[in-house]
């Protein structure tokens, strides 16, 4: 048990959250609001490395004390297959949702003025009425809307999610190829970024209900627009991500676990 046992925990996954937050949704805020930037400095491959080096950064900093969950699918494939005591699930989901949702708060904080000038734009959360509505949706000139279905991302933030833990749980498994030192937090970035460039088209690949939950009330509370319209906020980053984590616990320990060599 690490000093001050559970509160210790809690502190350290909300505080890895909050990292998270702000440099991720930072980076989405950076890239829309910023007028050193303008509309012309939108690229999706600004917004996936910027993600990746915030996962990178928050994993560095909270590893130490929990291993950095900082993502409730995390916790519980962790529960579910490594051992994980479940007394502590809720504990941390909570504790992640409240970093995400302060997380929120210093990038509000940071791009107030381009927010409200804007006219308070999703900065948030992920799938529709994000500001990058278009790009996640269709493209330039597409419909924000219909072009990829609540069903087609619910299987996405499934199959990202499972992505996200078969990374990581081949990066910390010291029967795989895994890194030496203390290097695995930075390829646990890389895996998310790899998830961003190749999955994270149909809904944002949100593959983490804290990250995605926690600043979407932060959004409501300062008068963002259409978060909670419909099922979307529920169906694809919290579902789909809850159950692609489980599902990526369960199929590294049966397709890879078994044939490792022992050591």
Same mark, same amino acid.
């Given at each position: ?7 210790? #925990?809690?502190?350290? #996954?909300?505080?890895?959250?909050? $990292? +998270? $937050? ?14 050193r930037l303008a509309a012309s400095g939108y690229a999706w491959t600004t917004i996936t490395f910027g ?7 928050? =994993? ?26 479940w007394a502590k699930v809720i504990p941390y989901w909570i504790a992640q949702v409240i970093g995400a949702? +302060? !997380? ?14 804007? !006219?308070?734009?999703? =900065? ?6 994000? $500001? ?14 219909g072009t990829y279905s609540l069903l087609t991302c619910f299987i996405c933030e499934i199959f990202g ?6 990374? =990581? ?21 890389? =895996? ?14 949100? $593959? ?33 991500? +809850? ?21």
């Amino acid at each position: 048990m690490k000093k001050n046992g559970l509160m210790g #925990e809690l502190v350290a #996954e909300a505080f890895g959250t909050f $990292i +998270l $937050i702000l440099l991720g949704d930072g980076v989405v805020a950076n890239v829309g609001l910023a007028p050193r930037l303008a509309a012309s400095g939108y690229a999706w491959t600004t917004i996936t490395f910027g993600w990746a080096f915030a996962v990178v950064v928050a =994993v560095y900093v909270a590893g130490g004390v929990t291993g950095a969950h900082i993502n409730p699918a995390v916790t519980l494939a962790g529960a579910v297959k490594r051992g994980f005591a479940w007394a502590k699930v809720i504990p941390y989901w909570i504790a992640q949702v409240i970093g995400a949702f +302060l !997380g929120a708060l210093a990038v509000y904080l940071c791009y107030r003025d381009g927010l409200v000038s804007a !006219g308070m734009p999703n =900065v948030w959360c992920t799938g529709p009425g994000s $500001i990058f509505g278009q790009a996640f949706w269709g493209g330039a000139g597409g419909s924000a809307i219909g072009t990829y279905s609540l069903l087609t991302c619910f299987i996405c933030e499934i199959f990202g999610t499972a992505m996200l833990i078969w990374g =990581v749980y081949a990066v910390v498994d010291a029967k795989n190829v895994g890194p030496g030192a203390n290097l695995w937090p930075l390829l646990v970035g890389f =895996v998310v970024l790899a998830i961003g460039l190749s999955l994270g088209g149909p809904s944002g690949y949100a $593959i983490n209900p804290a990250r995605d939950f926690g600043p979407r009330l932060f959004g409501l509370l300062v008068g963002t627009k259409g978060l909670f319209s419909g099922l979307y906020w529920l169906v694809a980053p919290i579902l789909g991500t +809850l159950i692609g984590g489980v599902l990526g616990a369960f199929t590294y320990d049966w397709f890879i676990t078994p044939y490792l060599a022992k050591k």
